[in-house]
T-cell receptor, first 116, second 113 residues
Framework: DVKVTQSSRYLVKRTGEKVFLECVQD?????MFWYRQDPGLGLRLIYF???????EKGDIPEGYSVSREKKERFSLILESASTNQTSMYLC???????????????FGPGTRLTVT | AQSVTQLGSHVSVSEGALVLLRCNYS??????LFWYVQYPNQGLQLLLK??????LVKGINGFEAEFKKSETSFHLTKPSAHMSDAAEYFC???????????FGSGTKLNVKP
């Protein structure tokens, strides 16, 4: 079974702090994603990466950055946390399929971040 | 741009009743379509996916969905709801060569005894 783990389930930070959210997958997947989930808005893509050291902006990248130094690890960084970044953050990974079908994304359990 | 619309942010059914969760997509080309379920305080788990092999797709836990190109729909159904089906359900669409998924806003399913 694919396993995607996130470093914390719950996190409380103060405004202005630098925050690191870590995600690790154990199935050698090329693609990794960071989403934030807010009530009534579904999941919105922040950043994704399709290879080590490669990254692409998603739909809401402002206020975030990412790092992917190793294939299995994808970090989300909040350079200066703000209260409007209070949310549930979900990490996902997927395989780049060599066939016709698109592989699904596998999700971690999420990190609920509160910025006070 | 692709988008997904889920009609009804909350759906309530009685145990044993039919479950119908609606999903419509907009896409310029035939997409890949997915349904995910999220139980409280957990990540998302794949229920089923449509990848053009068959229009009626069967998933886990007795759920199925039918792809209707003419209606640009991919509604999720289950003949008989169980209390354990109470969760939030997300429809997602993607195109193969982008690896990006677009998620709907979610539908919370409540199952009454």
């Amino acid at each position: 079974d694919v396993k995607v783990t996130q470093s914390s389930r719950y996190l409380v930070k103060r405004t202005g702090e630098k925050v690191f959210l870590e995600c690790v997958q154990d199935m050698d997947h090329e693609n990794m994603f960071w989403y934030r989930q807010d009530p009534g808005l579904g999941l919105r893509l922040i950043y994704f990466s399709y290879d080590v050291k490669m990254k692409e902006k998603g739909d809401i990248p402002e206020g975030y950055s990412v790092s992917r130094e190793k294939k299995e690890r994808f970090s989300l960084i909040l350079e200066s946390a703000s209260t409007n970044q209070t949310s549930m953050y979900l990490c996902a990974s997927s395989l780049t399929s060599g066939g016709v079908d698109l592989d699904e994304q596998y999700f971690g359990p999420g990190t609920r971040l509160t910025v006070t | 741009a692709q988008s997904v619309t889920q009609l009804g942010s909350h759906v309530s059914v009685s145990e044993g009743a039919l479950v119908l969760l609606r999903c419509n997509y907009s896409s310029s080309v035939p997409p890949y379509l997915f349904w995910y379920v999220q139980y409280p305080n957990q990540g998302l788990q794949l229920l089923l996916k449509y990848t053009s092999a068959a229009t009626l797709v069967k998933g886990i836990n007795g759920f199925e969905a039918e792809f209707k190109k003419s209606e640009t729909s991919f509604h999720l159904t289950k003949p008989s709801a169980h209390m354990s089906d109470a969760a939030e359900y997300f429809c997602a669409v993607s195109k193969y060569n982008f690896n990006k998924f677009y998620f709907g806003s979610g539908t919370k399913l409540n199952v009454k005894p």
